[in-house]
């Protein structure tokens, strides 16, 4: 049984959810989402500015589970 190397759990989504920990939109970014990046890193902006610095860490959250959680492009599926 062969799994997925872009499905949920896999290691290149732990470290795009590592990447966007740090910087969000980073992982999605290295997964080759360029909008769902852009939209990750002005979102968590515009939670570190309303906030006044209290929120910031949600945006950081938000784009780490949203690297993670992703399942690759939906024509592109494992075989098993």
């Known amino acids: 049984m062969q799994e997925s190397a872009t499905g949920r759990g896999s290691g ?3 470290i795009a959810a590592l990447a966007s920990l740090i910087v969000p939109g ?5 997964q080759g989402r360029i909008f ?3 939209l990750q890193l002005v979102a968590s902006g515009i939670l570190w500015v309303l ?3 209290l929120l910031g860490w949600l ?3 938000l784009a780490a589970l949203d690297a993670a959680l992703w399942r690759g492009p939906a024509g592109v599926r494992s075989a098993k």
């Open 26 to 30: 980073l992982g999605q970014l290295a």
């Open 36 to 38: 769902s990046a852009l």
């Open 51 to 53: 906030s006044f610095g």
């Open 12 to 14: 290149g989504n732990v």
């Open 59 to 61: 945006g950081h959250l």
